[in-house]
């Protein structure tokens, strides 16, 4: 097992000082504050290793902070936190197969000293399994399936769904006597939902963002492993 913390306070930090007129439009002027300071906390535990048996593992990891904005001349302090924990279990079986799965869980709290009635605190969670077996013919198969799944906010109740399910898989097969050449047809993002995603929530704004990222597509290719220094015999 293992285990980490910081804590960093930064002085004079640079934050925006904003001015939203009637309008809407906002000025923003770099200014100098103090108060500044993040921090995190993150660990890992397993209870064994080796083969053919049950191994457990845990995940958990913390980070968060405080930073100060202005709007309109009045200061805001803005804490924020994530709190996630990750437990998974392993097995393997050596040539053969071998997997791992397990459920996380988190939350992610934020609140502004100006706007202390908005709730923009959410859960987010999900899992991953991940498998490789020996197949007939000494084909190998290898996948892995991650979920990535959240709870909405109330600033965008009606938005689009921002769950994510990214599933890839792989099947390969070795080829020449020293097995340094391999065959691999792989199958990337199956059920086509690579999609970027990103929340940033701040004193006076919230935004969810949305990206293009490479989606489905299958690939064959060939791997050749250099196992010789040249001039060696």
């Known amino acids: 097992m293992y285990f980490g913390m910081n804590y960093n306070i930064l002085e004079n930090a640079i934050s925006n000082f904003s001015i939203v007129d009637s309008f809407g439009k906002?000025?923003?002027?770099p200014v100098n504050v103090h108060g500044t300071r993040d921090y995190s906390f993150y660990g890992w535990w397993m209870s064994g290793?080796?083969?053919?048996?049950?191994?457990?593992?845990?995940?958990?990891?913390?980070?968060g902070g405080r930073n100060v904005t202005f709007i309109n001349g009045q200061q805001s302090i803005n804490t924020y936190a994530n709190i996630e924990i990750d437990y998974g279990i392993r097995y393997s079986v050596q040539d053969k197969y071998n997997f791992r799965i397990g459920p996380k869980a988190g939350r992610n709290i934020s609140t502004s000293s100006l706007r202390k009635d908005i709730d923009n605190n959410y859960w987010t969670y999900g899992?991953?399994?991940?498998g490789y077996v020996m197949l007939p013919w000494k084909l190998e198969l290898t996948t892995d399936i991650d979920l990535d799944l959240r709870e909405k906010i109330p600033a965008f109740e009606e938005a689009t769904n921002t769950n994510i399910i990214l599933w890839n898989a792989?099947?390969?097969?070795k080829v020449f006597k020293d097995k340094s050449g391999k065959f691999i047809f792989r199958a990337n993002d199956i059920l086509n939902q690579n999609k970027g995603f990103n929340r940033i929530i701040n004193s006076n704004f919230v935004t969810d963002q949305r990206y293009q990222r490479i989606?489905?597509?299958?690939m064959l290719t060939f791997q050749w492993t250099f196992t010789k220094m040249p001039g060696q015999k």
Do not use: Q
Not at 26 to 29: I, P
Not at 215 to 218: E, H, I, L, S, V
């Open 170 to 173: 792989e099947l390969s097969k």
């Open 215 to 218: 989606a489905r597509y299958f």
């Open 26 to 29: 906002t000025t923003t002027t």
């Open 127 to 130: 899992a991953r399994g991940e």
């Open 49 to 63: 290793e080796g083969d053919n048996k049950l191994i457990h593992e845990i995940n958990p990891s913390v980070n």
